[in-house]
Nanobody, 116 residues
Framework: QVQLVESGGGLVQAGGSLRLSCAAS????????MGWYRQAPGKQRELVAS???????KYGDSVKGRFMISRDNAKNTVSLQMNSLKPADTAVYYC??????????WGQGTQVTVSS
């Protein structure tokens, strides 16, 4: 069983910054990918950013150059630094973990609202 707990969402003005954090616990293998997805009302869930345990990163096109993902393998945590936020970034952000033995696992989601 894997549990993911997110924190750090909230309300921010356009141009501002927020930092999301996610802590994973349970049966977690050394090889995995942790990341963030988001879902806005009426839209499909989309990749924001992901990072493998080996350090390989992937970003959604709309956040490249503004968001940065990082992780601490020893603590099984992943963070997302979001800068230059736009109203279009408003969504529920979900932490995600995928590993060879099972997955994907999802957190409960945290709301990010960017006001114009």
């Amino acid at each position: 069983q894997v549990q993911l707990v997110e924190s750090g969402g909230g309300l921010v003005q356009a141009g501002g910054s927020l930092r999301l954090s996610c802590a994973a616990s349970g049966s977690i293998g050394s090889l995995n990918v942790m990341g963030w997805y988001r879902q806005a009302p009426g839209k499909q869930r989309e990749l924001v950013a992901s990072m493998s345990s080996g350090g390989t990163t992937k970003y959604g096109d709309s956040v490249k150059g503004r968001f940065m993902i990082s992780r601490d393998n020893a603590k099984n945590t992943v963070s997302l630094q979001m800068n230059s936020l736009k109203p279009a970034d408003t969504a529920v952000y979900y932490c995600n973990l995928v590993q060879m033995r099972d997955g994907p696992h999802w957190g409960q989601g945290t709301q990010v609202t960017v006001s114009s």
